[in-house]
């Protein structure tokens, strides 16, 4: 099973800067990443997959890179709905597994 | 777009048994790979099942393997989770969750969730 390690668990910025959160894989999972966001009390929602395509409707202040074992989703100007938890998920391998996720707090 | 709505969560003691439907619509959901995926309270995600569009192959974390059966109605638009022999770790919400390509397990659609509860 391939673990997944999000860093940091918490980052602290300030609205209209811009979030760099972090995703290690434990192996290489080639470009077969995802990232989702999770506000409080709602289902997950993709944001990108394959490492970089934004999903449909996702704005274009969320970008992602990456590829191998060391992947970066940025949000370049944070919103204050931007203010939750993001977490990362390899599907290279079985069984697709998730970070444990970062939570991106107001500063 | 499309929707998905869990229902039927409870509180069950443990060694209990739950059976967890999702209603599909607004989409063709027999075109589809559909999964559950659950997150314990305050923890993360963890991809719990699979079943392919047909039903004829499933597949299962190690965890639930034995006691918990994927299974869908196309005619229906439903998914459902049978869960048996509940243990207190398998305390979650439990999402139902739509997979866009086979082969690449991600998920771009998700239900709102509903909790299941297991406690003596």
């Known amino acids: 099973e391939i673990l997944m390690t999000q860093s940091p668990a918490t980052l602290s910025v300030s609205p209209g800067e811009r979030a760099t959160l972090s995703c290690r894989a434990s192996q290489s999972v080639s470009s077969n990443l995802a990232w989702y966001q999770q506000r409080p009390g709602q289902a997950p929602r993709l944001l990108i997959y394959d490492a970089s395509p934004r999903a449909t409707g996702i704005p274009a202040r969320f970008s992602g890179s990456g590829s191998g074992t060391e992947f970066i989703l940025t949000i370049s100007s944070l919103q204050p709905e931007d203010f939750t938890v993001y977490y990362c998920q390899q599907y290279k391998n079985w069984p697709p597994t998730f970070g444990q996720g970062t939570k991106v707090e107001i500063k | ?120």
């Not at chain 2, 229906?76 to 049978?82: F, G």
């Not at chain 2, 398998?90 to 086979?102: L, W």
């Not at chain 2, 082969?103 to 239900?111: R, S, T």
Request: with cysteine; hydrophobic share 35%.
């Open chain 2, 1 to 120: 777009e499309g929707q998905l709505a869990e229902s039927g969560g409870d509180l069950v003691q443990p060694g209990g048994s739950l059976r967890l439907p999702c209603a599909a619509s607004g989409f063709t959901f027999g075109g589809y790979w559909m999964s559950w995926v659950r997150q314990a309270p305050g923890k993360g995600l963890e991809w719990v099942a699979y079943i392919k569009q047909d039903g004829s192959e499933t597949y299962y974390v190690d965890s639930v393997k034995g006691r918990f059966t994927i299974s869908r109605d196309n005619a229906k638009n439903s998914l459902y989770l049978q869960m048996n022999n509940l243990r207190v770790e398998d305390t979650a919400i439990y999402y139902c969750a739509r997979t866009p390509r086979g082969g690449y397990w991600y998920f771009d659609l998700w239900g709102r969730g509903t909790l299941v509860t297991v406690s003596s």
